[in-house]
């Protein structure tokens, strides 16, 4: 029996009354036309009712804020020794740019806040939680949609925040080496946020279809960080462009940009086939599988 067909209050449908469908599901489970669902509330007020509890459980979950405290500390520390070998290099770099801090601390800062993002869709999955999460908001579409809304608008938002902090930090410690001309900050934040976009949507997409957070963050680091890594120190063609169709190698590119064979373009391709592909995925799992399995 999947989640939602045990909602509160809704009449199975072999004792609905014959002519009607079961009430809470409209017919066929679609949305009637219009965009009005059976119960006379609109999907637009299902959606942002649905992301403000999504955005209330986030925020209420330790482990939210301990993953936030990890990723701001690294952020800000990475920022601040940045700032300081500046200041203390024999030729100083004058007018060399402090975005250069949050384009580096951002590679390991985001596996903080895509372990976050992975615990907030998987835990629910460990605990039980999703049979209530969708008696709450029984069509999986919006469901899916809105945690996947609230969790990567809250990673992309974090990460070009802590960006700003970290490239602060360095500007100060270093005082007056360093600058922040703002093209090249619009250049570094545009980057941010989107790596740390695709990089949530797929760690959202994987959490969906394995429901598992071991499995997926296994996954995770695999994908992002140790094969990029790995594959091309084997020596052969085929590994290298292996690699290049990573979705860390694209990552690394934008945020740093220091990967052979990697284009801007290729880059952002790569990050959002994978974040599409993940998303798809999950979101078919979500529809045909039993929540509880």
């Not at 996947?148 to 990673?155: I, K, R, S, W, Y």
Request: hydrophobic share 55%.
């Amino acid at each position: 029996m999947t989640a939602a067909s045990g909602v509160a209050g809704q009449v199975p449908a072999d004792k609905a009354p014959a002519g009607k469908a079961p009430v809470g599901r409209g017919r066929a489970g679609k949305v009637p036309v219009g965009g009005v669902s059976s119960g006379g509330v609109s999907v637009g007020r299902v959606f942002a009712r649905s992301c403000a509890a999504e955005w209330t459980r986030l925020w209420t979950v330790k482990a939210t804020w301990w993953f936030l405290a990890a990723a701001a500390v690294t952020m800000v520390g990475v920022g601040a020794i940045a700032g300081l070998e500046a200041a203390s290099d024999p030729v100083p770099p004058q007018g060399a740019p402090a975005w250069s801090a949050a384009s580096v601390a951002g590679m390991p800062v985001q596996f903080a806040l895509l372990a976050l993002t992975l615990t907030a869709v998987t835990s629910d999955y460990a605990t039980g939680g999703i049979i209530p999460a969708l008696q709450w908001t029984p069509r999986r579409g919006i469901f899916f949609l809105a945690r996947t809304t609230v969790a990567v608008g809250t990673v992309t938002g974090l990460g070009v925040l802590l960006a700003v902090a970290s490239t602060f930090t360095a500007f100060v410690t270093a005082h007056p080496l360093l600058d922040v001309p703002l093209g090249h900050g619009l250049d570094v934040l545009g980057n941010v946020a989107f790596v740390f976009a695709a990089g949530s949507a797929f760690a959202i997409g994987l959490g969906f279809l394995l429901r598992n957070i071991a499995g997926a963050l296994v996954t995770v680091f695999l994908l992002m960080l140790v094969l990029p890594l790995m594959l091309p120190n084997f020596g052969y063609e085929w590994t290298s462009a292996v690699a290049e169709r990573l979705p860390g190698s694209g990552a690394v590119f934008l945020l740093i940009g220091e990967v052979p064979g990697m284009t801007w373009t290729s880059s952002v391709v790569t990050l959002l086939c994978w974040a599409g592909g993940a998303l798809l995925l999950g979101r078919l799992r979500l529809g045909r599988d039993d929540a509880n399995r």
